[in-house]
Every structure is written in structure tokens, then in C-alpha cells.
């Protein structure tokens, strides 16, 4: 688990990053923890930026398990979010590294954007950096 989490506790890593990635909670955000034989395999999540405005945050799928569609069935289940909670545009960055990802985003309908006012990536990554944006 140490490719997720720090030291490979989740339950270390959660209390922490929750309230940044998820907010105060459903109609206005959601998270989950996909599990496979009881053990945490993926996760991801949608958060409030801004009236009418979320971002898909911390979506993630560990080595073990890629391949079997899970990251883009957790994207489209995250998106239906999005718009069941009334938001009208998606936001979400990632790493020029992750091409599958990006690809994936790409085939969902989100394009390329300049940084949108919430990101958490430090000014300085901008120009190394992939922000995308999707009407919802």
C-alpha cells in the first residue's frame, strides 16, 4: 500500500486528506475506496469548488488492478456524481506522467484548460503540469 499511502496505512493517510479531498460530504461531494478481497485497491473522489464548479480529486488505481476498467468506471461513476449534485463544470489535474489517464479524461470529454483558481499544485508546476476541465 506504500504506492498510495504513506507507510502503507490508509488509515493514516485518511484523516488528513479527507477534509481537503472531500469536503463536507453528499449533495456537495463524495469519496470512495475501491476494495478487492478486502484490501483497498483504488479510490477517488469529488469535491466542491465553487458554485456550479467540482473537481475530480485523488483518483487512483494501483498497479495490481489496472487493466480491468476500473479507473474509468470510478471517472463515469464520479462524473454522474458531479451532476447528480447539480454541478454544471468538472475539474481535475494530473501529471504529464499518467498518459493512460490523461487519455482516458480525453475519452470522457474533458479537454485541456490553463490552471483553474483552486488548484492545489503549486504555481511554480504549472507549466508541467495537466489541467482539464469537462462540462457536465
Known sequence: MADIFPDGDIRAYLPAALPKTLGPGPPESCFYILEQDGQPIGMGGVRRLRDGVCEMK?????????????????????????????????????????????????RLGFKCISAYPEVEVPEIMFPHWVFMAKDL
Open 58 to 106: 485523488r483518483v487512483y488505481i494501483r498497479d495490481i488492478a489496472k487493466g480491468q476498467g476500473l479507473g474509468r468506471q470510478l471517472a463515469e461513476r464520479l462524473i454522474r456524481d458531479g451532476r447528480t449534485f447539480g454541478y454544471r463544470t468538472m475539474f481535475i489535474d494530473t501529471s504529464p506522467t499518467l498518459e493512460t489517464a490523461i487519455g482516458l479524461y480525453e
